[in-house]
T-cell receptor, first 116, second 117 residues
Framework: GAGVSQSPSNKVTEKGKDVELRCDPI?????LYWYRQSLGQGLEFLIY????????KSGLPSDRFSAERTGGSVSTLTIQRTQQEDSAVYLC??????????????FGDGTRLSIL | AQSVTQLGSHVSVSEGALVLLRCNYS??????LFWYVQYPNQGLQLLLK??????LVKGINGFEAEFKKSETSFHLTKPSAHMSDAAEYFC???????????????FGQGTILTVHP
């Protein structure tokens, strides 16, 4: 079946611009995660959505970052007033509902964001 | 809080040789552990997972890992390396401590595996 889909695959923008990254999870997966992968910091958790519960935003690095998930499916990660340190690959993952944290996450191919 | 340490950022083996990628974890509760592989310009693909069942876990592509509580380790092995195994490998631990019960992953820094002909 279809996997996790992310768009765009690449995004180049100027410093100070806003960007939106989209994630379409696997159908039936109620848990959705965003991670950031950068050379200096490795893979970092950003935000987690589970069903209709309030999202866990504990990994968002600043208030310039926000995310929403509409209708329990598609998610959008927004970065406002981008900075060069935001350059990274942004990965989205989804999984079945996890009441014990033991469900494997399925990852998209990521969006490579470059800030000029 | 959980943490993961992968020993060796780069490992190089010859084709046909044993692959051993090391992972040690720290967790306040019995851990759930995962190994993922990442090929260039792709996302992460699950190789195998340990979720408190058998301590020797078999995964895809001939990989396996053994959970050793006494050593807090979850090393990944493959008896015979293939050229197609060249990729970056990540060990991860799932956050399910304190009743929060969700699967946020904490990753190691990754190990790049190079396979020589």
């Amino acid at each position: 079946g279809a996997g996790v889909s992310q768009s765009p695959s690449n995004k180049v923008t100027e410093k100070g611009k806003d960007v939106e990254l989209r994630c379409d999870p696997i159908s039936g997966h109620t848990a959705l995660y965003w991670y950031r992968q950068s050379l200096g910091q490795g893979l970092e958790f950003l935000i987690y959505f589970q069903g209709n519960s309030a999202p866990d935003k504990s990994g968002l690095p600043s208030d310039r970052f926000s995310a929403e998930r509409t209708g329990g499916s598609v998610s959008t990660l927004t970065i406002q007033r981008t900075q060069q340190e935001d350059s990274a690959v942004y990965l989205c993952a989804s999984s079945l509902v996890s009441d014990r944290g033991n469900q494997p996450q399925h990852f998209g191919d990521g969006t490579r964001l470059s800030i000029l | 809080a959980q943490s993961v340490t992968q020993l060796g950022s780069h490992v190089s083996v010859s084709e046909g040789a044993l692959v051993l990628l090391r992972c040690n974890y720290s967790s306040s509760v019995p851990p759930y552990l995962f190994w993922y592989v990442q090929y260039p310009n792709q996302g992460l693909q699950l190789l195998l997972k340990y979720t408190s069942a058998a301590t020797l876990v078999k995964g895809i592509n001939g990989f396996e890992a053994e959970f050793k509580k006494s050593e807090t380790s979850f090393h990944l092995t493959k008896p015979s390396a293939h050229m197609s195994d060249a990729a970056e490998y990540f060990c991860a631990v799932s956050d399910h401590a304190g009743g929060t019960s969700y699967g946020k992953l904490t990753f190691g820094q990754g190990t790049i595996l190079t396979v020589h002909p």
